[in-house]
């Protein structure tokens, strides 16, 4: 008996290693970049198929996903508006990209920089950064989120959160 021990702890070892190959495998590919988008159009996100670039978040849902093109049409995904604003920073093509991001008010896509946003949405990575086609009460413009967000005004600031939410 003491000498089948190493021969079934061997064919256990290879086991396991047959099925994690096997499993492993079959696991439909997430996608964090798509290549060729020519035309600069919004890509369509299909839940749990595509991944934020930034945080590796999987999305989950198009309600406050975006998409940054560059000028060679790679389209990356992102599931909150803040991960895009931190992404795109130190990208030597930032001023030529293209955004795109999801509104909530007119469910569709529209140009991220011509979008409004308020301050205290619930999103993914909790920036609070929601996008909206028309003007809301208290949203500000493209320029204004992206300085909060690069400043760390946003939702993720405990003080911050505190003030905004009490509103």
Known sequence: MKKLAPIFTIFLIIAIIII???????????ISVYEKN????PIKITPNKYVD?????TIKT?????????PSGKTWFFDDMGCLIKWLEDKKFKKEAVLWTYVEDTNRWIDA?????????KTPMNYG????EHRVKDA???????????????????KL?????EL
């Open 20 to 30: 994690v190959a096997v499993s492993t495998s079959k696991k439909e590919q997430l």
């Open 38 to 41: 020519l035309e600069k159009k």
């Open 53 to 57: 670039i930034e945080c590796s978040m």
């Open 62 to 70: 198009k309600n406050h996903a975006a998409q940054v093109i560059s």
């Open 113 to 121: 920089k011509k979008a409004w946003y308020v301050l205290t949405d």
């Open 129 to 132: 950064f929601g996008a909206r």
């Open 140 to 158: 500000v413009n493209f320029e204004k989120m992206q300085l909060k967000m690069l400043r760390g005004e946003n939702l993720t600031d405990p």
């Open 161 to 165: 959160r505190k003030k905004l939410l």
